[in-house]
């Protein structure tokens, strides 16, 4: 079945969907199986794509995002939503060849939407360092 949302409706699905991954801690084949069957979010080929890349490719990400961060925070101090954010954004770039400009004001919008204003200029920040890297 198609899913004909906006483009930004299937950002938010697809990060609240991740959102309650990471509280499940569900990791490599445990999440492609969650997600596959994940009838309510009815996902498309491309938000599919970009949740198989990343329940691929977890470690390495959370690895980057680590070495992006201050000297006084680690990964695991990051709220939830905002992990989530951060790697949407950085998996639709990487897997779906979002402009980078466009992805980060994406990544901001559902910040501000979904309660991670406090977090949106440390947000913005993490995704320059690691998107804009040359």
Known sequence: MENN???WQKRVDTTQYLYSSLIK?????ELKTDFFNADNYNFDANQ???L?????????????FSA??????TWERIPIMAQAILIVCYCEVIVLDTPIAVAIDQALVTAEKYGQLDNKKFINAILDKVLKKD
């Open 48 to 50: 599919l794509k970009l």
């Open 68 to 73: 992006n961060l201050g000297q006084n925070w």
């Open 5 to 7: 949302k906006p483009q």
């Open 52 to 64: 198989e890349y990343y329940s691929d490719h977890q470690d390495e990400i959370v690895k980057l």
């Open 25 to 29: 801690n569900l990791k490599g084949d």
